[in-house]
């Protein structure tokens, strides 16, 4: 991704986390469907172009320093707000949306 270079993988756990399905590449629920889109990213040079481009873009958000950077936001979201919202004994559904007004916020932090 980092090359720019659009991906296919499984449709699984790990993979699944790091292809944005239609954006910098696709991800395969079956042997049929990965050969479908190797080919089509083959025969089409604008949508491999479009995808690497995307893939480049998204990379950046895994290189150390920002991956460091989204763990310190995350530290913070669950001590300073997290925490005091649980030890005063809010509902989940409360907690959740936090964590949803959070995640808004920070579209590059993955969950």
């Given at each position: ?20 399905h ?6 395969a ?83």
């Amino acid at each position: 991704m980092a090359q720019g270079t659009p991906n296919v993988g499984a449709n699984g756990s790990g993979i699944a986390d790091v292809i944005r399905h239609g954006k910098t590449g696709y991800l395969a629920n079956n042997l049929e469907e990965f050969e479908n889109y190797i080919v089509r990213l083959l025969k089409d040079d604008d949508l491999r172009a479009e995808f690497g481009r995307n893939a480049r873009s998204i990379a950046q958000s895994y290189r150390m320093e920002n991956v460091a950077k989204n763990w310190g936001k995350l530290y913070n979201l669950t001590i300073n707000e997290l925490y005091p919202l649980k030890s005063k004994g809010n509902e989940r559904k409360e907690l959740v949306e936090v964590v949803k007004d959070f995640a808004r916020k920070n579209p590059d932090i993955h969950f």
